[in-house]
């Protein structure tokens, strides 16, 4: 293990292209986290990402069983759950327990799935993540996911931040807030299977919901707050990866401290803001 500190070894592991192939991928997985995690908090969905996040370990799994892509079984894992989440648990009341009953069905099918597969290691590096393995296919695959999220927000953006805000009024103005909700379960559930190929299923809500909630104990407008989750998952991703490379230490460590850290400086900075007020 390296020095923290030692910015030589630092610059040379930048220079690898596996690196740099990494750094991308984590840019790409802040863009989306930025994007998607003020909704997601609005939206009281953090635990459906995590739900998302763990069934899509169950989809790459019976992949690896299956013999095909294990990117693909996770997105077709993730977009199932997603599917489900939208659909049985449209009700604010019904989310929690349906994520809960559905998580729990699909993490026993994912256990029977790896124990069959005999590779227990294999499902370690699913819930852990395995950045600087990304290769050109992972980098392609975040790629073309974030040019599908924010092709359908440019779209969908103003209805589903009213839904968002106000679902009752929403509703009552015609807004079709069934759908909108089932299109961005499926948008999470795509992002969330790149982000668990990359920093793993365990770790995505530091990408997909800190940033936003960060954001959000600053202020109360949207675009601030959109572009704020931006800036704050950049800076833990990309600083993630960045810190992780002298000491050799896993990238997740570095970006979940980094998500706490902004979260607690915002929640502080909010709070002096109320008291001034």
Known sequence: ???????????????????????????????????????????????????????????????????????LGGVIGAIVAALTFGILGHRARERDSVIGVVMAFGLGLAVLFLALYGNASTGFAMLTGQVVSVGLGGLTAIAITTVVVIAVLAVIYRPLLFASVDPRVALAGGVPTRML???????????????VQIIGALLVMSM?????????????????????????????????????LAPGLPVSVFVTSISFVIYLGCRFAGHRRDRAL
């Open 208 to 244: 997909f919901i800190a940033p936003g909630a960060a954001a959000m104990r600053l202020s109360s407008n949207p675009t601030v707050v959109t572009g704020l989750a931006i800036l704050f998952a950049e800076v833990a991703a990309v600083g993630g990866l960045v810190l992780s």
């Open 1 to 71: 293990m390296g020095s923290f500190f030692d910015l030589t070894t630092t610059g040379d592991l930048l220079g690898r292209d596996f690196v740099q192939q990494a750094l991308v991928a984590l840019a790409l997985l802040g863009l989306l986290g930025g994007l998607l995690s003020p909704l997601i908090v609005a939206r009281q969905m953090s635990f459906a990402v995590h739900g998302v996040s763990e069934l899509s370990v169950t989809g790459a799994a019976a992949a690896l069983l299956a013999g095909f892509s294990v990117n």
């Open 181 to 195: 909700s089932i299109v961005f379960a499926v948008l999470m559930g795509l992002a969330c299977a790149q982000g």
